[in-house]
């Protein structure tokens, strides 16, 4: 039996039913982790609530080993959140003291957002601090390397910490919407880690980039015959598998991606939203009853680092002829 049927039943077993996007993760304080994730089509899912000592995926491949204790070689992280209340300490405390030059600035950057001040605030403040404490080591991935194939580990007789990944700068996008998230959720936002795909706004550009004009057709075949190639297949582009924050404020939907900061040269660094569309949740459940790609749904946003691409899928490869039916624009 595949992993998602075994989470079925055992949601049957436990009479566990969807939870609405509008809950707010306090209404799930002190769940079984099972009751505090909705699964998504393809292999999609998001957390509504994360708790300390709570277990992620590595790199979100398969939340059902978040929580399976039958498969210990799945690798897996212990979120021992409880080692990073000095961080999350400091960074209330420089949203708090944000001075008033600061506060307008942001506020000018994102003011088309109609964003609540006090969240915009916090963001603000966690990108600072995220960047301050753990700033990004481009050896990430061999620091990771590290972590996961440590003997103790690799053979499931122990479990990485994720401050022990934060020390040695390894996190990426999951580990870093964990912390995100535990921190949003303190500060009272309606948040939650959506683990999917992204489509990059420079990606896109390439992909959307005007053709070179075709020759005359009377010139065709000399040309063809010229070059000696066959021609061009038809342009796809393939999302990648990310994680990031959704927070659904004021009847408005937004994706906080605190993986990648916009960093300005002069200003600083700043966070990365996106205003979404409203009809991003029912979207990426498929109930909106349009005719996109199974489990190829991106929905797009609009920010001060341009146009991403945030959604679920699971290995497809968009044209440009179903791009239509697979990305909800604004």
Known sequence: MGW????????RRKKITDVLPGMLPDDLKGRPFAERVRLLPGSAYEILRIEDRDFVANGGINVLSCWDA??????????DLSEFEPFFEAAHSRAEGLSPDHVKMVQNIFYEFHLNPKLLRRLYAFTMQLEEDYPADDDMVKAKCEIYFRPEYSWGHELPCLSSIFKLHAATCLEDS?????????????????VGSMIDADDAKKFFAVPEPEPHPLFAAFVAKLRKKEPAPEPTIKPDGHAFIVIRDGGRIYVFDPANPIRHPNWGVFPRVYRMNHKFDLFMQGKTGGTELVNARMASGEGPGGRQYYGINKGYALTKENWEKAVLEP
Do not use: D, H, M
């Open 4 to 11: 998602r049927k075994r989470w079925a039943a055992e949601c």
């Open 70 to 79: 039958s498969k210990p070689y799945v690798s897996r992280t212990r979120c």
């Open 178 to 194: 964990v912390l995100a998230q535990y921190f949003l959720q303190r500060e009272g936002a309606n948040s939650s880690i959506f």
